[in-house]
T-cell receptor, first 119, second 115 residues
């Protein structure tokens, strides 16, 4: 149980294009999903917290107009990198909290990540 | 402020050696959770353990053991008789406070186990 998928697992795009990354909780409902970014040999940095049916909360320094997050259902959140540039190349990881465990265990279930390369 | 410090950037050991990965955390909350994750070269995070602030019991799971000491705000991770498959980056993380309980990750420790 508690499986989170991400699609695509990797993507290469040209500078200036937009890329959408999907994060799905496969066997549970997630009221809250998180998006992280990881540069090579660096730690995970939280970008935003996404709650179903409401606007995402972005961390300081993260451009919300560049990284559009939509959490349209209890099993799906999407991150769209708009007008991507080479400096946006990174490993993007999502995680989800099982609504049944909210407030009981603060555990997040992580997706396998999406490697974005912008040429 | 909440913070996780993993002072060891890289550790290199020979197979069968024991190795301890250090984690020091900071939080003013009395209720919090600590985690360890393993990130192999594939990139996917593997959950290892969760510990809440009210449970200071040490835990052992096979070759893995964890030492939680609130007095020193540390949550160290020991691998006994290390194996090449243990080579990965290990992250310690903290979840505290209200709101949506986001995870604060340490910088990670890269462990290389050589045959």
């Amino acid at each position: 149980g508690a499986v989170v998928s991400q699609h695509p697992s990797w993507v290469i795009c040209k500078s200036g294009t937009s890329v959408k990354i999907e994060c799905r909780s496969l066997d549970f409902q997630a009221t809250t999903m998180f998006w992280y970014r990881q540069f090579p040999k660096k730690s995970l940095m939280l970008m935003a917290t996404s709650n179903e049916g409401s606007k995402a909360t972005y961390e300081q320094g993260v451009e919300k107009d560049k990284f559009l997050i939509n959490h349209a259902s209890l099993t799906l959140s999407t991150l769209t990198v708009t007008s991507a540039h080479p400096e946006d190349s990174s490993f993007y990881i999502c995680s989800a909290r099982d609504r049944r465990l909210a407030g009981v265990y603060n555990e997040q279930f992580f997706g396998p990540g999406t490697r974005l390369t912008v040429l | 402020a909440q913070k996780v410090t993993q002072a060891q950037t890289e550790i290199s050991v020979v197979e069968k050696e024991d190795v301890t990965l250090d984690c020091v955390y900071e939080t003013r909350d009395t209720t919090y959770y600590l985690f360890w994750y393993k990130q192999p070269p594939s990139g996917e995070l593997v959950f290892l353990i969760r510990r809440n602030s009210f449970d200071e019991q040490n835990e052992i799971s096979g070759r893995y053991s964890w030492n939680f000491q609130k007095s020193t705000s540390s949550f160290n991770f020991t691998i006994t008789a290390s194996q090449v498959v243990d080579s990965a980056v290990y992250f310690c993380a903290l979840s505290a406070g209200g709101g949506y309980n986001k995870l604060i990750f340490g910088a990670g420790t890269r462990l290389a186990v050589h045959p």
